[in-house]
């Protein structure tokens, strides 16, 4: 059978960012009062003070950001979930993001063996692509988000 | 006007894991309250319940399962959920009913029946579902979110791990005291360093457990009190229920992301310090006038930045607080003399108002061994997922 790769959420990301830039987290952005939403937000600005009558429109994220803040998961989270029940629990990692230029933080795992001991709050990290699960009845291989140190100063 | 309402009694039912139906707790917490107050279950004209979504349809009618258990009796009944804030929401509905005039007397009930390990999300599959996707995509525990705010601690205030397990060490000291808590044991800074790692910095004994539990309070107006011949009742004088205020700039359960501040500039302030303003601006008192604050310590990290929002100190300083014991019995400000979630576990719809019942046994002089001198005055904050703030403040 052969594997298809499908992201795990559709519209949040796009292996193929504008001008090359390769992978980039995907959200929207008001026209009326510039208020950027990830996850997308694609019927209503949720601004408050939105002046109203704006479009939302898809934009790509800041490909890098800084560490807000990280921790790993130990034990096996539940169902939804996926992860082989009997196979070794590995733990993986979690990371904060701060992007400077959207004025928010995004929460993603970090790509494979990234530890929390190579991370520290304020180090510089770049999104890339990478496989949540892979589903061996139906072939389909789930992708997601992940984030990497880029070895620039913390 | 005075905006005061009395509790004429407070019940739980011990927490635990019991293997029974939250029905049974929260009836079983609710007799308590009633005859703690001196009334028969038909003298109660409004019934309010915390609903809980882990036991099917009984639990999100919970006001009427409360009453179907306690027998029918005609009351006026209204259910509500607001996940952590349940109970705060069921306080403030009854207290909204006792001040309009509605009813005179309201029993509030919230009870659980947890199951064991991580809080899961309802099954199925639900992509439009914030709760679902944090746990499909990023596997987000709540204790991976509560890992996320204790590192962000140690790195901006310099907090490390020991003054995380002292906050255990003190609550489970209180919660020895306790004979409704479900742990009842002194813990000591080695046991908590000792205990596995959950979500790194996070320990075992750093994080709350998931527990049954149920309690109950009868509300009055302070004229029916005073009918009754309760002079001086123990008062509950404002209930904050707030919602935060866009754009949200902290990670909070079950979010994937913040809020963008390109568009609007934050409000000074974390919503978390919000709960409290609104409860204290309403109460017409301040941090300065505690006697004593029960707070969610969904970890030991997450009770120091309620010191911090609450307003027992300024921001960062919430580890030299309990170091110093500040916030120990016998300390300056005693908070979580109940033995805080950390002794008890978390019944989510019960919670909060179990923070209530024991601002009452405090502010009677009734608390036993974990008295606090003199009580006066206290806060309950808490905060339900999804943006419910949760603060009561009672006075005597
Ligand atoms: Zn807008």
Redesign the pocket.
């Given at each position: 059978m052969g594997r298809t790769r499908t992201p795990v959420v559709s519209g949040w990301f796009t292996e193929d960012g504008p001008e090359g830039g390769g992978f980039r987290l995907l959200g929207t952005r008001?026209?009326?009062?510039?208020?950027v939403f990830f996850p997308r937000e694609d019927a209503y600005?949720r601004?408050p003070r939105?002046?109203?009558g704006?479009l939302l429109a898809e934009v790509p994220l800041s490909p890098r950001g800084r560490v807000w803040s990280y921790t790993d998961g130990r034990y096996r989270p539940p169902a939804p979930y996926a992860s082989d029940p009997d196979a070794p629990w590995e733990p993986y990692t979690l990371v904060a993001v701060e992007l400077e230029a959207e004025g928010m933080v995004v929460l993603g795992q970090t790509a494979p063996g990234v530890t929390v001991a190579e991370l520290a709050v304020g180090m510089e990290v770049e999104v890339v692509g990478g496989v949540l699960n892979e589903d061996a009845d139906t072939g389909t291989v789930w992708t997601t988000w992940q984030f990497r140190p880029t070895g620039g100063a913390a | 006007m005075s905006a005061d309402i009395a509790v004429l009694g407070a019940g739980m039912h011990p927490w635990g894991k019991w293997g029974r139906s939250f029905v049974e707790y929260g009836r079983a917490a609710a007799r308590t309250a009633l005859a703690d107050a001196g009334l028969e279950w038909a003298d109660v004209q409004s019934i309010v319940g915390a609903d809980t979504v882990r036991s099917g349809y009984p639990g999100y009618v919970a006001g009427a399962t409360f009453a179907r258990a306690l027998g029918w009796q005609g009351a006026r009944v209204t259910s509500v959920y607001a996940a952590c804030a349940s109970g705060a929401q069921a306080i403030g509905a009854a207290r909204a009913q006792i001040l309009a005039g509605l009813a005179d007397v309201v029993l509030v009930v919230g009870a659980d029946a947890a199951p064991k390990g991580f809080f899961a999300p309802t099954g199925g599959d639900r992509p439009d579902d914030p709760d679902w996707l944090r746990f499909r995509v990023l596997g987000a525990t709540n204790p991976a979110y509560f890992a996320l705010y204790a590192r962000r601690r140690m790195a901006v205030y310099g907090d490390t791990p020991e003054d995380f397990a002292q906050v255990k060490v003190k609550n489970a000291a209180a919660g020895a005291l306790n004979p409704l808590a479900r742990y009842r044991k002194p813990v000591t800074a080695e046991e908590v360093a000792q205990s596995a790692v959950v979500a790194d910095p996070l320990r075992l004994l750093d994080i709350c457990a998931t527990s049954d539990g149920g309690a109950a309070l009868v509300l009055s107006s302070m004229d029916f009190a005073r009918s009754r011949g309760v002079g001086d009742p123990v008062r509950i004088r404002a209930v904050s229920t707030v919602t935060p205020t866009y754009p949200r700039t902290v990670l909070d359960l079950p979010d994937i992301a913040t809020d963008s501040v390109t568009?609007v500039p934050p409000a000074p302030g974390s919503f978390r310090a919000s709960i409290a303003r609104a409860a204290y601006e309403e109460a017409g008192l301040g941090p300065e006038d505690l006697s004593l604050a029960e707070v969610y310590d969904l970890s030991t990290a997450l009770e120091l930045e309620w010191y911090e929002d609450i307003g027992l100190c300024a921001g960062g300083e919430g580890a030299k607080l309990v170091r110093e014991g500040a916030t120990a019995l016998g300390g300056r400000v005693p908070v979580n003399a109940s033995g805080g979630l950390a002794s008890f576990g978390e019944a989510v719809p019960a919670q909060a108002i179990a923070q209530v019942c024991e601002l009452t046994w405090q502010l009677r002089g009734a608390a036993g061994d974990r008295q606090v001198p003199g009580a006066r005055a206290g806060i309950t904050a808490n905060q339900g997922l999804f943006g419910h703030g949760s603060a009561v403040v009672a006075v005597r």
């Open positions: 008001c026209s009326a009062c510039t208020a600005c601004n939105c002046p109203g704006g | 568009a």
